[in-house]
């Protein structure tokens, strides 16, 4: 319970800081970099740069992330020009780097529709919550009076049919007479067939 409170402090601050993201991403660079650098070329830490792009990709933007894919890439060639490795074919460092970018622009971009989704899927519910709270409709059986027309409640008690309906819906009623009942009730003022 306490880490996930804790992970969710941390990507609340992230939502809420691009900084502190772009920091925390920066750094977990750094350590994976340091990491890769320290081991000898033989032990392979490619995965683990997938944490600062993603980090950074997530929390700051799309474009961020690729600049991040493009710098983890490009550590094996700079540490082989700095000494950390000899390879019989120079071009071994080069043609490794190009295959991890082309890994981490996928990821990149699998990320990004990961991304999209997830933001197409909170609109969405957000749209369909609202339109929840907008709507209620009376459904199931309802038992009506055949004669009065009063409808009875769950508790047993008799109520008037736009009662009941307007405690449990948003419709309001307008009262007039259909032209049948107007002939009915007020003959002297309507006549048959109007």
Not at 34 to 49: G, K, L, Q
Not at 53 to 67: D, E, K, N
Not at 130 to 153: D, M, T, Y
Not at 169 to 182: I, R, T
Request: proline fraction near 4%; include cysteine.
């Amino acid at each position: 319970m306490i880490e996930s409170a804790f992970l969710k402090r941390t990507v609340d601050l992230f939502y809420r800081h691009k900084a502190a993201a772009l920091i925390a991403g920066l750094l977990l660079f750094a350590m994976v970099v340091w990491a890769d650098y320290v081991t000898t070329e033989e032990v392979s830490f490619s995965i683990f740069y997938l944490l600062p792009i993603s980090l950074v990709h997530w929390f700051i933007s799309p474009t961020a992330g690729l600049i991040m894919g493009v710098l983890s890439a490009a550590v094996w060639p700079a540490s082989d020009f700095v000494g950390k490795g000899r390879f019989p074919s120079s071009l071994i460092p080069y043609w490794d780097s190009a295959v991890k970018l082309g890994f981490y622009l996928i990821f990149t971009s699998i990320l990004t529709k990961i991304k999209n989704d997830k933001r197409d899927r909170e609109r969405v519910n957000a749209e369909l919550a609202q339109a929840l709270a907008e709507v209620r409709r009376l459904s199931g059986l309802l038992p009506i009076c055949s004669s009065c027309k009063r409808i009875r409640n769950e508790e047993g008690s008799w109520s008037m049919l736009e009662a009941f309906i307007q405690e449990r819906s948003e419709a309001q009623f307008s009262h007039g007479l259909c032209p049948e009942c107007a002939v009915r009730l007020y003959p002297a003022y309507f006549k048959k067939g109007m």
